[in-house]
T-cell receptor, first 114, second 114 residues
């Protein structure tokens, strides 16, 4: 298994531009999570999906952030418009719905907004 | 409500010495406990988990953790630290009686000096 695949690995964009981060979860996993990691705030859960349905988006910082999961093998996190304070590493993770299972994380997307 | 605490922001150890990274938790039901490691510029990687059974759990890279129900702790240990163990370590907990998400601690930076 190739694991959780995120793209791009690095993204540099100008303030005001739209940014789309992509994630392919592990085949067979029912849950997908988007996290943001910064030095100041640590690891923050933004949103998660069960069976492609958004369950809790209370961690999404603002309306500028949106996430979709059109099918079991693909999810996107979009920021529009982007701001310098959005600069962070964004991780996607997937898991089965079994309570004993842990999460498998992708390698992350390092976003820099200038 | 579930919570997990990692009381130390940083742990410094000399190579060859034993190391301990502390974690305490709070859940209403039976705890499912996890440790993850994050190397620089990488995603979180699963180290080990406790679901049930023997209180001493062995994981990857020679790490182990001891579940202590009375002290609600799940400290990560290794008998002899390596410089390559230097990384960020996260403890996580889930209430085993629910389908709830993993709750992550804020992380502890382990620094092993030669």
């Amino acid at each position: 298994d190739a694991g959780v695949i995120q793209s791009p690995r690095h993204e540099v964009t100008e303030m005001g531009q739209e940014v789309t981060l992509r994630c392919k979860p592990i085949s067979g996993h029912n849950s997908l999570f988007w996290y943001r990691q910064t030095m100041m705030r640590g690891l923050e859960l933004l949103i998660y999906f069960n069976n492609n349905v958004p369950i809790d988006d209370s961690g999404m910082p603002e309306d500028r952030f949106s996430a979709k999961m059109p099918n079991a093998s693909f999810s996107t996190l979009k920021i529009q418009p982007s701001e310098p304070r959005d600069s962070a590493v964004y991780f996607c993770a997937s898991s089965s719905l079994r309570a004993t299972g842990g999460y498998t994380f992708g390698s992350g997307t390092r976003l820099t907004v200038v | 409500a579930q919570s997990v605490a990692q009381p130390e922001d940083q742990v410094n150890v000399a190579e060859g010495n034993p190391l301990t990274v502390k974690c305490t938790y709070s859940v209403s039901g039976n705890p499912y406990l996890f440790w993850y490691v994050q190397y620089p510029n990488r995603g979180l990687q699963f180290l080990l988990k406790y679901i049930t059974g023997d209180n001493l759990v062995k994981g990857s890279y020679g790490f182990e953790a001891e579940f202590n129900k009375s002290q609600t702790s799940f400290h990560l240990k290794k008998p002899s630290a390596l410089v390559s163990d230097s990384a960020l370590y996260f403890c996580a907990v889930r209430d085993g009686g629910s389908q709830g998400n993993l709750i992550f601690g804020k992380g502890t930076k382990l620094s092993v000096k030669p």
